[in-house]
């Protein structure tokens, strides 16, 4: 009888996708951004309109800051929005997902099958997700300003 090999996390993919989403992130949040600002922008490629992105300051400490992002108002119905909550460790340039959707924790690795069907790799997956999501933030992210009110 064959042993079942038990999943190995990549550990040095998961400390590259943390690095990378934190300088995403970064490019994305404001300086000054604090506990009571909301920071919002809109995804367009010329007339396309694909849905407005919420970055919110949930927590900051000392060394790390936790945010919330979600992506609202996307341009189609059958589309679920993104919604996930990212803690950035600003000593070690890092971000991860803790929570994505619905569910509370993400673990490191899960049995399979087991009974939320997660994927043993299920955190690693979030967080390329999370990388992918900001790439695209960053590519066709614009600022939400009222003109109106600069004069």
């Known amino acids: 009888m064959t042993a079942k090999r038990r999943y190995v996390p990549d550990i040095s993919r ?4 943390g690095d990378g989403n934190y300088l995403r992130l970064v490019k994305l949040i404001p300086r000054e951004f604090d506990d009571s600002k909301t920071v ?3 995804l367009s490629s010329g007339s396309q309109y694909f ?5 919110k ?3 900051a400490c000392k060394y ?3 945010v919330y992002l979600e992506q609202v108002r996307n341009s189609g119905k059958w589309l679920n929005n993104p919604q996930m909550t ?7 340039g890092m971000a991860e997902v803790i929570s994505c959707c619905r569910h509370r924790r993400i673990q490191g690795v899960n049995d399979y099958p087991n009974r939320f069907m997660h994927h043993p790799d299920e955190k690693i997956q979030i967080n ?4 992918e999501w900001l790439d695209y933030c960053l590519k066709f992210g614009h600022a939400i300003c009222d003109l109106t009110n600069k004069m």
């Open 64 to 66: 790390t800051d936790t």
């Open 51 to 55: 849905g407005q992105v919420r970055i």
């Open 86 to 92: 990212v803690r950035l460790y600003h000593d070690v």
């Open 40 to 42: 919002e922008f809109q």
């Open 128 to 131: 390329a997700f999370l990388a």
């Open 57 to 59: 300051l949930i927590e």
């Open 14 to 17: 998961l400390g590259a996708l």
